[in-house]
């Protein structure tokens, strides 16, 4: 597979190189990074990626920021990712220390940055670039720290043992079903009680959420731990009952469905045995699997096992519940989902309230991505000839 360089930008750019403290320069064109099996990276360059021009770039550069601060943090001979896709933290220095003396606003600057610093790759499975894009937000609960009246239902923090249990049966502990059952009662782990079966649900599935406490206090939740099991869809399981029409399906009707069916709810979602442990977290948004705050509209969700997190990505989509509206953004990999599988996947997180929830619940079209990785640096000049004397 050969490689196609990028173009430079105008030279009428000049003022913003100094922002980037180097100027773009053609390089020759290296082999492509050879990314894990069923991945593939075909370098194009930016006038490739539709729409391009019209983001606004410095809201990216604003996440990609959070993840070049915990780059920064990697020894330089450490991997970005897996599969040698994002190559060294070294690497990154470079592109890193120029995104941080961009200024924060004026989009023009930031994209002379990224294009000066990075290199579009366009991701496929093999030959087939499209795959599934989906959406999800901050989880909103009521709770209260002790159990009583409508706050019956847990939320638990992992027990002591969650992985010297895992590892001695087969990577698994008790399923949600189990632990619904009242397996983990009594040992102290509740965090809070919250008043709704299906809110604590749907903050599993999302991995993070604010709690509105009944004391008038806000508390952030974040990921902590899982049970090991596989995730299992209800969504799918209510369209294979014929309880829910395919074509209507979204977390809307899926809330819908358990608020009308309390009884057979509560059913459902034990079909789902994967089971979620929190803890609370506090700073600015919530923690993704990077371990960096999620960024509302520019944070995706990917499969770590072929998208470096940290990485740039170009999404090529449609806008929730509209496919004539095109979605072109650039996002930052940042967090990962147990539903989020293959080299051609993404979850947008849309942030938190009532609309995020929405957009994230019917949030499903197909579309492609491009990883924006680190530019090979230029070889070194030959030495000028001497002249002969």
Known sequence: MSRTPSFPVAVAAAALAALAGCALVETPP??????????????????????????????????????????????????????????LAADWRAPCAAVARTPPAGDAAA????????V??????????????????????????????RYQFPVYAPPPDLETYKRQHGGRHLTRSEIGGGALAGRGLELLWA???????????QGSGRVAMEDGRTLRLGYAGDNGHAYASIGRE????????AEA?????????????????????AQNPRYIFFREVAGDGPVGAEGTALTPGRSLAVDAAFVPLGVPVWVETTEPGDAKRPLRRLFVAQDTGSAIKGPVR????????????????????????????PR??????PPAARPIS
């Not at 983001?55 to 780059?71: K, Y």
């Not at 369209?239 to 029409?245: D, K, Q, T």
Request: charged share 20%.
């Open 195 to 205: 008043d709704d079966a299906a809110d604590v649900y749907f903050l599993h599935v």
């Open 346 to 373: 993404g979850d947008i997180f849309f942030g938190f309230g009532a609309d995020a929830a929405r957009q994230a619940g019917i949030m499903k079209a197909r579309g492609r991505y491009y990883l924006l990785l």
């Open 238 to 245: 209510l369209v294979a009952r014929g309880l829910i029409a």
């Open 376 to 381: 090979p640096p230029a070889p070194p000049k």
């Open 111 to 118: 994209r002379y940055v990224l294009e000066t610093w990075f």
């Open 249 to 269: 399906l979204s977390m809307q009707t899926i809330r819908e469905w358990i608020a009308a069916n309390p009884v057979q709810g509560v059913h459902m979602m």
């Open 30 to 87: 290296p082999a492509p990074p050879a990314g894990p099996p069923g991945l593939t990276l075909t370098p194009v360059t930016f006038d490739a990626l539709p729409g391009w021009r019209q983001d606004r770039h410095a809201e990216a550069l604003a996440a990609l920021r959070r993840s070049c601060a915990r780059i920064a943090r990697m020894a330089d001979e450490q991997p970005v990712g897996q599969g040698g896709v994002g190559g």
């Open 120 to 149: 579009p790759h366009r991701a496929a499975n093999g030959a087939d670039a499209d795959g599934l894009f989906t959406g999800y937000y901050e989880a909103e609960l009521r709770g209260a720290r002790r159990r009583g009246g």
